[in-house]
């Protein structure tokens, strides 16, 4: 059975920096498309990072970019996001999910969570002073 499990998160002034971890079970990062997507309160999910299946090509929100850093350990089977200069905008629950379907289409589709069917519980990420 594949399975998500999310950590890492907690409270954070801004300017802070963070590192989530998600590590898989039942299913192996070479076959899927894994990535990092958010939900604050009243909002709808967003996608923060992607990385498809042949680990080489990275997608990440405008909001992020040159601040988080996704990466994974496929002998750990483990995605991490690694999160800097934090803002109280990035506070939400944060999830890690994966999609068996990796086409080489570009960021708006590997970003769309409806484009992914496995999903962890989340955790949750405040930034705040």
């Known amino acids: 059975q594949e399975q998500l499990v999310e950590s890492g998160g907690g409270s954070v002034q801004p300017g802070g920096s963070l590192k989530l971890s998600c590590v898989a079970s039942g299913l192996s990062f070479r076959a899927y498309s894994v990535g990092w997507f958010r939900q604050a309160p009243g909002q709808e999910r967003e996608g923060v990072a992607v990385i498809r299946s042949d680990g080489m090509i990275k997608y990440y929100a405008d909001s992020v970019k040159g601040r988080f850093t996704i990466s994974q350990d496929n002998a750990k089977n483990t995605l991490y996001l690694q999160m800097n200069s934090l803002k109280p905008e990035d506070t939400a629950m944060y999830y890690c999910?994966?999609?068996?379907?990796?086409?080489?289409?570009?960021?708006?589709?590997?970003?769309?969570?409806?484009?992914?069917?496995?999903w962890g519980q989340g955790t949750q990420v405040t930034v705040s002073s």
């Open positions: 999910a994966a999609s068996p379907r990796s086409p080489a289409y570009g960021t708006l589709y590997h970003l769309n969570p409806d484009k992914y069917n496995i």
